[in-house]
């Protein structure tokens, strides 16, 4: 082997590195920039919990942006902006607005990632095959079942669906908001009454 080729081939290995810290950083500098109106949403929120003077312009600052935050965020910290703006909306006074904020926390939907489903499906898959003595021919069959057994099919699917959400800590937390949310408001989560329901 030609040692000119060895020190080329640990040239490009040495730049794909560096091309890929690169694009690591950008991201990182990306989820930054998104995160910075949350921060900053709660960083006004706190100060004008404090301050005497300023509290109504501080809130009002504070409520944008979580507003813009609630555009740019998902899943949990999206439900975060949710609150934040709904309690700016409660210390200024608007019902109505707070109201239609807290409407739409409950009414996100789970924040469950493609990981947390395939951990979900993998795990249940292998829960079948291990109550079954006969393996993959038995669990197919219990398949075929719940195909034509609604009740048993939809259960199925609802533990999964809860399976995903207790593999994952953001889908976990933002269901914690979410419950608590709904027992404050009255309202239920939209995502949980459809899964009771059956409508996925």
């Known amino acids: 082997m030609d040692v000119g080729a060895i020190f080329s081939a640990a040239e490009a290995a ?22 910075s109106e949350l921060n900053a949403g709660f960083r006004n929120l706190d100060q004008a919990c404090v301050a005497e003077g300023e509290r109504d312009s501080l809130l009002r600052e504070a409520r944008g942006c979580f507003n813009k935050a609630v555009s740019l965020e998902r899943g949990f910290r999206r439900g975060l902006a949710l609150l934040g703006c709904a309690v700016c909306y409660h210390l200024l006074g608007d019902a109505v607005n707070r109201r239609r904020r807290l409407d739409e926390l409950v009414e996100l939907p789970p924040a469950i990632g493609v990981a947390a489903k395939s951990a979900a499906l ?23 079942r719940r195909w034509f057994v609604r009740s048993e099919r939809v ?3 609802k533990k999964i669906m809860m399976d995903a959400v207790g593999w994952s800590s953001e889908a976990k937390s933002l269901l914690r908001l979410q419950r608590a949310v709904s027992e404050f408001t009255g309202s239920p989560v939209a995502w949980l009454a459809k899964l009771e329901a059956g409508q996925f």
Do not use: T, W, Y
């Not at 590195?17 to 990306?30: H, N, P, Q, R, T």
């Not at 095959?129 to 197919?140: A, D, L, T, Y």
């Open 14 to 35: 040495k730049s794909v590195a560096a091309m890929l810290g690169v694009i690591d950083s950008l991201e990182a500098k990306v989820d930054r920039l998104i995160q």
């Open 155 to 157: 259960a199925h699917r």
């Open 122 to 144: 993998s795990a249940d898959a292998a829960n079948e095959s291990k109550r079954s003595r006969f393996g993959p021919f038995v669990v197919f069959c219990r398949a075929v």
